[in-house]
């Protein structure tokens, strides 16, 4: 199973909208957000994306009092899935772990449970590998900070990480 992986997207909608579109081309069946989305326009352009995604709070959308409004926009799409400040869930017998902020999702795959711990915050592009499990940051997808907005795409039957690199 392909998942689509991404994170700090802050309201780059047109970067956001090439990511679902290139995870859809892909045949990625589980798109995943692992926080910043930071405004509600964001839930309907996740919501052109094929298969479920889910999706998890990052630092910005609590300080931007958007937390009820995408809540509600959430709740009209049946494949958009909220689990708040972390998913830790089985998906097609991998074992997910997400968590905004690094820490936690360090933590998290230290304990050796999952088969995959994500998180995003600090902008930068990040993969580590051990026995078969992965660690994984997507970097950002907005760009900001590297100038090179990115996502991944995670392939679970032949254990591969692919970076994509999208245009600005």
Known sequence: MKFAIVSDS????????QAVARANEAGCEVLLHAGDLVEPEGVAVLAKFIGDVFFVWGNNEPNHDFV??????????????????????SIAGVRIF?????????????LGIHDLVIHGHNHEYHVEQNNGRFLIN????????????????FDSVDKSVERIELAL
């Open 138 to 153: 997507p970097g950002e997808l907005c760009g900001r900070k590297t100038g090179i907005p990115t996502f991944v795409i």
């Open 98 to 110: 997400m968590n905004h902020y690094p820490e936690v999702a360090q933590a998290a795959y230290g």
């Open 68 to 89: 009820e409004i995408i809540t509600k926009k959430i709740a009209e799409h049946e494949r958009i899935h909220l689990a708040d400040g972390t998913l830790d869930k």
């Open 10 to 17: 802050h309201d780059r909608w047109d970067l956001l909208e």
